[in-house]
T-cell receptor, first 115, second 113 residues
Framework: AQSVTQLGSHVSVSEGALVLLRCNYS??????LFWYVQYPNQGLQLLLKYTTGATLVKGINGFEAEFKKSETSFHLTKPSAHMSDAAEYFC?????????????FGQGTRLTINP | SQTIHQWPATLVQPVGSPLSLECTVE??????LYWYRQAAGRGLQLLFYSVGIGQISSEVPQNLSASRPQDRQFILSSKKLLLSDSGFYLCAWSVRVWDTEAFFGQGTRLTVV
Protein backbone atom coordinates (compact mmCIF):
# COMPACT_ATOMS: atom_id res chain seq x y z
CA ALA A 1 0.00 0.00 0.00
CA GLN A 2 1.17 3.52 -0.71
CA SER A 3 1.91 5.47 2.45
CA VAL A 4 3.96 8.03 4.32
CA THR A 5 5.74 7.20 7.56
CA GLN A 6 7.32 9.63 9.96
CA LEU A 7 9.55 7.78 12.38
CA GLY A 8 9.05 9.13 15.87
CA SER A 9 5.98 11.03 16.99
CA HIS A 10 8.11 13.05 19.41
CA VAL A 11 11.69 14.22 19.01
CA SER A 12 13.56 16.20 21.63
CA VAL A 13 16.90 17.92 21.06
CA SER A 14 18.98 20.48 22.88
CA GLU A 15 19.26 24.03 21.65
CA GLY A 16 22.14 24.19 19.19
CA ALA A 17 22.04 20.48 18.42
CA LEU A 18 21.31 18.85 15.08
CA VAL A 19 17.67 18.33 14.20
CA LEU A 20 16.80 15.21 12.19
CA LEU A 21 13.18 14.34 11.42
CA ARG A 22 12.64 11.22 9.38
CA CYS A 23 10.19 10.61 6.58
CA ASN A 24 9.86 7.53 4.40
CA TYR A 25 7.31 6.97 1.69
CA SER A 26 6.00 4.20 -0.44
CA UNK A 27 5.00 5.11 -3.98
CA UNK A 28 4.80 3.41 -7.35
CA UNK A 29 5.67 6.63 -9.20
CA UNK A 30 8.20 9.40 -8.54
CA UNK A 31 6.58 11.52 -5.85
CA UNK A 32 6.41 15.17 -5.05
CA LEU A 33 7.56 15.69 -1.47
CA PHE A 34 6.84 18.41 1.08
CA TRP A 35 7.62 19.34 4.65
CA TYR A 36 5.23 21.54 6.58
CA VAL A 37 5.48 23.07 10.04
CA GLN A 38 2.55 23.74 12.36
CA TYR A 39 2.72 26.00 15.38
CA PRO A 40 0.08 25.52 18.12
CA ASN A 41 -3.46 26.19 17.00
CA GLN A 42 -2.38 27.40 13.60
CA GLY A 43 -2.53 26.15 10.06
CA LEU A 44 0.38 24.53 8.24
CA GLN A 45 3.20 26.48 6.67
CA LEU A 46 5.36 25.09 3.90
CA LEU A 47 9.00 24.61 4.89
CA LEU A 48 10.31 23.18 1.65
CA LYS A 49 9.40 20.97 -1.29
CA TYR A 50 10.94 18.65 -3.82
CA THR A 51 9.38 18.25 -7.24
CA THR A 52 12.22 17.78 -9.71
CA GLY A 53 15.88 18.69 -10.06
CA ALA A 54 18.39 18.92 -7.23
CA THR A 55 17.69 16.34 -4.57
CA LEU A 56 18.96 18.53 -1.72
CA VAL A 57 16.34 21.14 -1.06
CA LYS A 58 16.78 24.18 1.15
CA GLY A 59 13.81 25.73 2.88
CA ILE A 60 12.94 28.47 5.30
CA ASN A 61 14.32 28.87 8.81
CA GLY A 62 17.53 27.03 7.98
CA PHE A 63 15.91 23.67 7.26
CA GLU A 64 16.84 21.40 4.41
CA ALA A 65 15.86 17.96 3.18
CA GLU A 66 17.33 15.44 0.80
CA PHE A 67 15.34 13.22 -1.50
CA LYS A 68 16.92 9.77 -1.64
CA LYS A 69 15.12 7.67 -4.16
CA SER A 70 17.02 4.49 -3.33
CA GLU A 71 16.00 4.80 0.31
CA THR A 72 12.53 6.23 -0.43
CA SER A 73 13.28 8.90 2.14
CA PHE A 74 12.98 12.66 2.54
CA HIS A 75 14.46 13.42 5.94
CA LEU A 76 14.40 16.97 7.30
CA THR A 77 17.48 18.43 8.97
CA LYS A 78 18.73 21.60 10.57
CA PRO A 79 22.34 21.92 11.77
CA SER A 80 21.58 23.90 14.91
CA ALA A 81 18.24 23.89 16.69
CA HIS A 82 16.68 27.09 17.96
CA MET A 83 14.00 27.42 20.61
CA SER A 84 11.64 28.84 18.00
CA ASP A 85 11.83 25.56 16.07
CA ALA A 86 9.58 23.87 18.62
CA ALA A 87 6.50 22.86 16.64
CA GLU A 88 4.91 19.92 14.87
CA TYR A 89 6.34 18.89 11.53
CA PHE A 90 4.53 17.03 8.80
CA CYS A 91 5.93 15.24 5.81
CA UNK A 92 3.59 15.09 2.84
CA UNK A 93 3.81 13.14 -0.38
CA UNK A 94 1.76 13.02 -3.52
CA UNK A 95 0.69 9.46 -4.11
CA UNK A 96 -1.39 7.83 -6.77
CA UNK A 97 -4.37 6.19 -5.12
CA UNK A 98 -7.03 4.55 -7.25
CA UNK A 99 -5.76 6.39 -10.30
CA UNK A 100 -5.90 9.83 -8.72
CA UNK A 101 -3.08 11.88 -7.29
CA UNK A 102 -3.62 12.64 -3.61
CA UNK A 103 -1.59 14.61 -1.09
CA UNK A 104 -1.02 12.33 1.88
CA PHE A 105 0.42 13.47 5.18
CA GLY A 106 2.46 11.57 7.69
CA GLN A 107 1.34 11.37 11.28
CA GLY A 108 3.52 14.29 12.29
CA THR A 109 6.53 14.67 14.59
CA ARG A 110 6.42 17.01 17.54
CA LEU A 111 9.79 18.67 18.00
CA THR A 112 10.76 19.87 21.47
CA ILE A 113 13.84 22.01 22.04
CA ASN A 114 15.54 21.81 25.42
CA PRO A 115 17.40 24.90 26.66
CA SER B 1 -1.32 37.97 -3.29
CA GLN B 2 -3.47 35.02 -2.40
CA THR B 3 -5.05 34.64 1.01
CA ILE B 4 -7.25 32.02 2.61
CA HIS B 5 -9.75 32.78 5.33
CA GLN B 6 -11.31 30.19 7.57
CA TRP B 7 -13.83 30.78 10.33
CA PRO B 8 -14.69 30.52 13.09
CA ALA B 9 -11.38 29.93 14.86
CA THR B 10 -12.99 28.00 17.70
CA LEU B 11 -16.38 26.43 18.11
CA VAL B 12 -18.09 24.50 20.89
CA GLN B 13 -21.22 22.71 19.81
CA PRO B 14 -23.54 20.23 21.55
CA VAL B 15 -24.00 16.72 20.23
CA GLY B 16 -26.76 16.60 17.65
CA SER B 17 -26.43 20.23 16.60
CA PRO B 18 -25.65 21.30 13.01
CA LEU B 19 -22.29 22.53 11.79
CA SER B 20 -21.16 24.98 9.15
CA LEU B 21 -17.52 25.94 8.68
CA GLU B 22 -16.64 28.32 5.91
CA CYS B 23 -13.48 28.85 3.92
CA THR B 24 -12.82 31.45 1.26
CA VAL B 25 -9.83 32.11 -0.94
CA GLU B 26 -8.88 35.49 -2.39
CA UNK B 27 -6.47 36.47 -5.11
CA UNK B 28 -6.78 33.41 -7.33
CA UNK B 29 -9.39 31.78 -9.51
CA UNK B 30 -10.44 28.16 -9.93
CA UNK B 31 -8.38 26.87 -7.01
CA UNK B 32 -8.42 23.29 -5.86
CA LEU B 33 -9.91 23.27 -2.35
CA TYR B 34 -9.52 20.78 0.50
CA TRP B 35 -10.85 20.07 3.96
CA TYR B 36 -8.60 18.20 6.38
CA ARG B 37 -9.23 17.06 9.93
CA GLN B 38 -6.50 16.79 12.49
CA ALA B 39 -7.36 14.65 15.49
CA ALA B 40 -4.99 14.53 18.44
CA GLY B 41 -1.98 12.36 17.64
CA ARG B 42 -3.41 11.23 14.32
CA GLY B 43 -1.94 13.55 11.73
CA LEU B 44 -3.99 15.10 8.96
CA GLN B 45 -6.81 13.23 7.30
CA LEU B 46 -8.13 14.46 3.97
CA LEU B 47 -11.92 14.69 4.20
CA PHE B 48 -12.99 16.36 0.96
CA TYR B 49 -11.47 17.98 -2.06
CA SER B 50 -12.93 19.99 -4.91
CA VAL B 51 -11.55 20.82 -8.34
CA GLY B 52 -14.43 23.13 -9.31
CA ILE B 53 -17.83 24.58 -8.41
CA GLY B 54 -20.21 21.84 -7.35
CA GLN B 55 -17.53 19.15 -7.68
CA ILE B 56 -16.86 17.42 -4.39
CA SER B 57 -14.91 14.25 -3.75
CA SER B 58 -15.23 12.55 -0.40
CA GLU B 59 -12.29 10.64 0.94
CA VAL B 60 -13.82 8.86 3.91
CA PRO B 61 -17.36 7.95 4.91
CA GLN B 62 -18.42 10.13 7.78
CA ASN B 63 -20.98 12.38 9.35
CA LEU B 64 -19.81 15.41 7.37
CA SER B 65 -20.48 16.89 3.95
CA ALA B 66 -18.92 19.62 1.86
CA SER B 67 -20.17 22.06 -0.72
CA ARG B 68 -18.64 24.56 -3.10
CA PRO B 69 -21.34 27.06 -4.03
CA GLN B 70 -18.90 29.57 -5.49
CA ASP B 71 -15.48 29.28 -7.11
CA ARG B 72 -13.56 30.39 -4.03
CA GLN B 73 -15.89 29.24 -1.28
CA PHE B 74 -15.77 25.86 0.42
CA ILE B 75 -18.15 24.87 3.20
CA LEU B 76 -17.97 21.95 5.60
CA SER B 77 -21.28 20.91 7.14
CA SER B 78 -23.00 18.42 9.33
CA LYS B 79 -26.67 17.96 10.13
CA LYS B 80 -26.03 16.35 13.51
CA LEU B 81 -22.67 16.47 15.21
CA LEU B 82 -21.19 13.49 17.01
CA LEU B 83 -18.64 13.54 19.81
CA SER B 84 -16.17 11.95 17.40
CA ASP B 85 -16.40 14.99 15.13
CA SER B 86 -14.28 16.98 17.57
CA GLY B 87 -10.94 18.02 16.15
CA PHE B 88 -9.00 20.68 14.34
CA TYR B 89 -10.33 21.35 10.84
CA LEU B 90 -8.12 22.86 8.20
CA CYS B 91 -9.08 24.27 4.85
CA ALA B 92 -6.45 24.45 2.12
CA TRP B 93 -6.10 25.42 -1.52
CA SER B 94 -3.65 24.73 -4.31
CA VAL B 95 -3.12 25.96 -7.85
CA ARG B 96 -2.79 22.59 -9.53
CA VAL B 97 -3.58 19.16 -8.36
CA TRP B 98 -0.77 18.05 -6.11
CA ASP B 99 2.41 19.11 -7.89
CA THR B 100 2.47 22.40 -6.08
CA GLU B 101 2.13 22.99 -2.41
CA ALA B 102 -1.16 23.47 -0.61
CA PHE B 103 -1.77 26.66 1.34
CA PHE B 104 -3.60 26.30 4.62
CA GLY B 105 -6.03 28.40 6.59
CA GLN B 106 -5.56 28.98 10.30
CA GLY B 107 -7.90 26.17 11.25
CA THR B 108 -11.05 25.75 13.33
CA ARG B 109 -10.92 24.02 16.69
CA LEU B 110 -14.23 22.18 17.03
CA THR B 111 -15.27 20.71 20.36
CA VAL B 112 -18.45 18.69 20.47
CA VAL B 113 -19.84 18.38 23.99
Amino acid sequence: AQSVTQLGSHVSVSEGALVLLRCNYSSSVPPYLFWYVQYPNQGLQLLLKYTTGATLVKGINGFEAEFKKSETSFHLTKPSAHMSDAAEYFCAVTLVIQGAQKLVFGQGTRLTINP
Amino acid sequence: SQTIHQWPATLVQPVGSPLSLECTVEGTSNPNLYWYRQAAGRGLQLLFYSVGIGQISSEVPQNLSASRPQDRQFILSSKKLLLSDSGFYLCAWSVRVWDTEAFFGQGTRLTVV
